[in-house]
């Protein structure tokens, strides 16, 4: 369990920014090149990386160099992780608004 925590501390650290959040949005349409994702940003491109780096520590980005181009690709399966620590938490909730309806409409809970 720690190193699941640890996972997804990383990818909610990396998520927090408004413009990682943008690349990652971008990303989701497909690859395109750091000089193509920088463009949309506005910010030098050395700032830039320092997102770009970010993003790749954290396994949500992996990039693949060719040349003088260095391609960014989403890694989805990261973006799993997410989705299964969510699920878990929506089963949370809903199990505790259940119990909290059953308590509020079943006259035999309401008693000491």
């Not at 920014?17 to 090149?33: A, E, H, K, N, Y």
Request: glycine share 6%; proline share 5%; charged share 30%.
């Amino acid at each position: 369990m720690a190193q699941y925590s640890a996972e997804i501390d990383g990818v909610f650290v990396a998520l927090a920014d408004p413009t990682r959040r943008g690349v990652i949005r971008r990303l989701g349409r497909g690859p395109t090149s750091v000089g193509d994702l920088a463009r949309e940003f506005p910010m030098t491109l050395p700032s830039f990386m320092k997102h770009v780096r970010t993003l790749e520590a954290n396994g949500l980005i992996r990039t693949v160099k060719s040349g003088r181009v260095r391609t960014c690709v989403l890694n989805r399966d990261r973006l799993a992780l997410l989705e299964d620590w969510l699920a878990e938490q929506r089963l949370i909730w809903e199990e505790r608004t259940d119990r909290l309806e059953r308590l509020v409409t079943d006259p035999e809970e309401q008693q000491p």
